[in-house]
Nanobody, 123 residues
């Protein structure tokens, strides 16, 4: 599975951006998907996650401002980011948990990552 993010850019505080992540390849095994971010000098952190059935979860710092959604028919996950703050500046990565069962390991799964898209929020 290959993941490609898009939609990053430079915005001012208070503005909005919508990130997209398109999956290609052997996509039928994709289960949970999510968005992470990594700011300079900081560890990568969870922004939002969404299950294959649409259940969502969010990091505390983005609750109420960001919304994750997915279109399974298009193999795409979105991140709508509103009321952006300078502290949201980071490289945003998409990830997907992909089921790849084997005879020996029927519950085997791997995590795939995109290359990231930069979001910069100016004050």
């Amino acid at each position: 599975v290959r993941l490609v993010e898009s939609g990053g850019g430079l915005v001012q505080a208070g503005e909005s951006l919508r990130l997209s992540c398109v999956a290609s390849g052997t996509t039928f095994g994709i289960r949970d998907m999510g968005w992470y971010r990594q700011a300079p000098g900081k560890q990568r952190e969870l922004v939002a996650g969404i299950s294959v059935t649409g259940s969502t979860s969010y990091g505390d710092s983005v609750k109420g401002r960001f919304t994750i959604s997915r279109d399974n028919a298009k193999n795409t996950v979105y991140l709508q980011m509103n009321s952006l703050k300078p502290e949201d500046t980071a490289v945003y990565f998409c990830n997907a948990h992909v089921s790849v069962p084997t005879i020996e390991r029927p519950n085997n799964a791997v995590t795939e990552w995109g290359q990231g898209t930069l979001v910069t929020v100016s004050s």
